[in-house]
């Protein structure tokens, strides 16, 4: 069994990710692993861990519904969201990763997310980017 690991916000882009990662799980039959990464601090407080941890109640549930091989992690470890998903490629020795990305402005495509952007270069495995729905 190999194994998909997926970078999930609770945004259109995350669900999109998700979405995708779920129909690769099944298609590959793959055990899936679900990363919401933060980098803690000041911009993240008790009353936005207790936020994040009821939106992952959710993907969850979702992924118990589907029956996909799967476990969810919520990392904050003071590293950058793309570090951590990077990292926990390597160590599951994922097939690849997927990762949601959102439209932008004329003047924004000029530039992919930096996260995106970081996951693409430094990922040893394969990224699979997915567009959100506007």
């Not at 939106?55 to 476990?71: M, N, P, Y």
């Not at 992690?73 to 793309?82: E, S």
């Not at 570090?83 to 926990?88: T, Y």
Request: net charge negative; aromatic share 2%.
């Amino acid at each position: 069994m190999g194994t998909i690991v997926v970078g999930y916000v609770p945004k259109p882009e995350g669900h999109a990710a998700l979405a995708r990662a779920i129909e690769e799980a099944r298609l590959r039959e793959a055990h899936l692993v679900v990363v919401n990464s933060h980098r803690g601090g000041r911009e993240f407080d008790d009353e936005d861990a207790v936020q994040t941890e009821a939106q992952l109640a959710e993907v969850r549930e979702k992924l118990a519904d589907t029956g996909v091989s799967s476990e969810v992690r919520q990392l904050v470890r003071g590293m950058d969201p793309a570090d951590d998903l990077v990292k926990v490629a390597t160590e599951t020795d994922a097939d690849f990763i997927v990762i949601g990305l959102r439209r932008r402005s004329p003047v924004g495509k000029l530039i992919l997310g930096s996260n995106a952007q970081r996951v693409l270069l430094d990922s040893k495995c394969p990224v699979m980017a997915v567009k959100a729905d506007s």
